[in-house]
């Protein structure tokens, strides 16, 4: 393939405005398909306005695309299958399926000896006390099996009451296709692997992120992860790529345990078939951001470096903007801070945009990171 194509884009959000933004310097063009007007995406690209199973709107997506990508998780498998008989699609429709179902990707990780915490099958409120003694007890966590994202569809349970509160929920509001209850893991931190698979199965990946959680929604990472277990992620990562022919980059979040001998184990959490907010820090951190590595990777091109900038002296992170943003001069004077805006109307628990930083050292990064948070407040 040349680098002179046609990409079609599931999905008109943030991820899709940015893999735009990635291509357009290697002579790519770009269109999406989203049933949202003024999608971040449709700013910079055309847009058809559609939603995701319109035939109409589908046959244009294809009718000049050389391939097909996704820039979320929840595009229907059928919709992925139907475009894949016209043009390549990238991931490939099997990723969509399994990484949609919790059960289904839980028991996936299982198949290919990649630790998981204990979970099980609640179907109906009244299957849900034997689930929770299933898995070992309390506490766990009660999860819809398909589109929670961002905390959503989620349900921490601590005690007996938080039980029947859940029991009570899953009565009134029953989710068509069932529940998965998953054991809690006591965690010593949250990392995620970005990986890349090419479309002659070449392999790259990124250094392992710590990242940080507040109400279910990544608010930092930093990269690299110190004293991470990257060679196991590594092996992990490649099952996942290999075992599903996979094109592209695909994101596994883990929880670190330490065990006790003190070695580190990671038990994954789940899967994102795309680019993901994890590896925003690539745009500014990494020789070549995981927005490029996805395009080069589903068109054939060579994959990109994956190293960080300034070789092992560099340092990243990224703090995501959630339902507010800043005066943009607050940001800027900060000393190698890069502000990414996605064009969105602000609203509570909403992602607006993100900030990368970049630094020669740990500490100097710590530091940069302070002054962006309390820009932030």
Not at 67 to 83: D, G, M, S
Not at 135 to 144: D, E, Q
Request: net charge negative; hydrophobic share 45%; charged share 20%.
């Amino acid at each position: 393939m040349t680098s002179l194509m046609h990409i079609g884009i599931i999905g008109g959000g943030q991820l899709g405005r940015m893999l735009a933004l990635a291509g357009y310097p290697l002579g790519f063009t770009f269109r999406c398909i989203e049933p949202a007007a003024n999608s971040p995406m449709g700013q910079v690209a055309p847009q058809i306005l559609a939603p995701y199973d319109d035939a109409a709107g589908l046959a244009e997506l294809a009718r000049d695309a050389d391939v097909i990508t996704y820039e979320f998780e929840n595009v229907p498998v059928h919709t992925a299958r139907q475009l894949a008989q016209r043009v390549p699609v990238y991931p490939p429709p099997q990723a969509l399926e399994v990484s949609q179902d919790r059960w289904h990707e839980k028991s996936f990780f299982r198949q290919h000896d990649i630790p998981t915490p204990a979970f099980a099958q609640v179907n109906h409120a009244g299957d849900l006390a034997a689930a929770i003694e299933q898995i070992g007890g309390l506490p766990c966590v009660l999860k819809t099996r398909r589109l929670g994202y961002d905390g959503k569809g989620q349900w921490v349970l601590r005690s007996v009451a938080d039980v029947a509160a859940a029991g009570d929920e899953l009565r009134q509001q029953p989710a068509a296709t069932g529940y998965i209850v998953e054991a809690w893991v006591p965690f010593a931190r949250e990392l995620s692997i970005l990986a890349v698979r090419g479309t002659t199965g070449e392999l790259a990946f990124y250094p392992l992120t710590e990242n940080t959680h507040r109400e279910g929604i990544l608010r930092l990472s930093i990269v690299p992860a110190a004293r991470a277990p990257e060679a196991l992620a590594q092996t992990y990562a490649a099952r996942v790529l290999n075992a599903l022919n996979y094109v592209g980059v695909l994101a596994i979040e883990f929880f670190e345990r330490i065990d006790g001998d003190g070695h580190a184990q990671l038990i994954a959490n789940e899967m994102a078939p795309r680019v993901h907010n994890s590896g925003h820090w690539t745009q500014d951190g990494a020789a070549t951001s995981q927005f490029e590595n996805h395009l080069r990777a589903i068109t054939g091109l060579p994959l990109g470096a994956t190293d960080v900038r300034g070789g092992d002296r560099g340092h990243a992170a990224m703090v995501n903007l959630i339902g507010t943003t800043p005066a943009p001069s607050a940001i800027l004077k900060i000393p190698d801070a890069h502000l990414h805006l996605y064009g969105k109307a602000a609203r509570p628990g909403r992602k607006l945009g993100h900030i990368n930083m970049v630094a020669d050292t740990a500490h100097s990064l710590h530091e940069r990171i302070v002054l962006v948070q309390a820009a932030l407040t």
